[in-house]
């Protein structure tokens, strides 16, 4: 069954889910609104995303320096400071700031990406797929598919983490949501490498960093 808007946005507003989860719930369920809240609340993210509507003025900076050479700092907040304190919230922060530094995303989340750097990404795209003898007619399809995966080259919750790159940054997220009870929401964050803009010698800093987390 095709899975149209209305029904992503019809099956957000019962639940509350993000759009891709109501997306996923919805072509798992074949289009079965019952049994996709049902996916949704086994998974819990119907109660995350009730969660995630709650402000998060609390929280830690936290900064990360690899070697030398890279260096993070990332604000990622929570409801109270309790939790800002618990063990669990501190390891989930510092993990982002190792993220941020193996894979130099450029936003927070896809929502961030500047409208016009899409669609020179998407103009760049197209003429590429011509270039390739792609069909006309496939053409949008592909460059839709590549412009996904660019949002998960430069966003950070759309990133595989690096620790497990069977789930991403996001789903990390919302597993911590979900164990600790309090919306979390990571902020911002900025990134410093060393010569970072200034023609030097090539090294892939970022790679090694990878390396050292176990990848």
Same mark, same amino acid.
């Given at each position: 069954?095709?899975?149209? $808007? &209305?029904?992503?946005?019809?099956?957000?507003?019962?639940?509350? $889910?993000?759009?891709?989860?109501? /997306?996923?719930?919805?072509?798992?369920? =074949? &289009?079965?609104?019952?049994?996709?809240?049902?996916?949704? @609340?086994?998974?819990?993210? $119907?109660?995350?995303?009730?969660?995630?509507?709650?402000?998060? $003025? *609390?929280?830690?900076?936290?900064?990360?320096?690899?070697?030398?050479?890279?260096?993070?700092?990332?604000?990622?907040?929570?409801?109270?400071?309790?939790?800002?304190?618990?063990? *669990?919230?501190?390891?989930?922060?510092?993990?982002?700031?190792?993220? !941020?530094?193996?894979? #130099?995303?450029?936003?927070?989340?896809?929502? *961030?990406?500047?409208?016009?750097?899409?669609?020179?990404?998407?103009?760049?795209? @197209?003429?590429?797929?011509? =270039?390739?003898?792609?069909? *006309?007619?496939?053409?949008?399809?592909?460059?839709?598919?590549?412009?996904?995966?660019?949002?998960?080259?430069?966003?950070?919750?759309?990133?595989?983490?690096?620790? =497990?790159?069977? !789930?991403? +940054?996001?789903?990390?997220?919302?597993? /911590?949501?979900?164990?600790?009870?309090? =919306?979390?929401?990571?902020?911002?964050? +900025?990134?410093?490498?060393?010569?970072? &803009?200034?023609?030097?010698?090539?090294? #892939?800093?970022?790679?090694?960093?990878?390396?050292?987390? &176990?990848?």
């Amino acid at each position: 069954m095709s899975i149209t $808007a &209305g029904m992503v946005k019809e099956l957000r507003e019962k639940t509350g $889910a993000g759009m891709m989860d109501c /997306k996923k719930a919805l072509s798992d369920t =074949n &289009g079965d609104m019952e049994k996709a809240i049902e996916v949704l @609340r086994e998974k819990g993210l $119907a109660a995350v995303a009730k969660k995630s509507g709650r402000i998060a $003025a *609390e929280g830690l900076v936290e900064s990360y320096i690899h070697g030398g050479r890279i260096g993070v700092l990332v604000e990622v907040n929570s409801e109270t400071d309790f939790v800002a304190k618990n063990q *669990e919230f501190k390891d989930f922060v510092r993990d982002v700031a190792m993220q !941020i530094a193996a894979s #130099n995303p450029l936003y927070v989340k896809r929502e *961030e990406v500047p409208t016009d750097n899409i669609e020179k990404e998407k103009d760049i795209l @197209r003429k590429q797929a011509l =270039n390739e003898g792609k069909p *006309e007619k496939i053409v949008d399809k592909m460059v839709e598919g590549r412009i996904e995966k660019y949002y998960k080259e430069v966003c950070l919750l759309e990133q595989p983490f690096v620790k =497990n790159p069977d !789930i991403t +940054v996001k789903d990390l997220l919302t597993e /911590k949501i979900s164990k600790i009870g309090e =919306n979390i929401s990571i902020r911002r964050f +900025v990134r410093f490498e060393v010569g970072e &803009g200034l023609e030097k010698k090539e090294e #892939n800093f970022a790679e090694e960093v990878a390396k050292q987390l &176990g990848q």
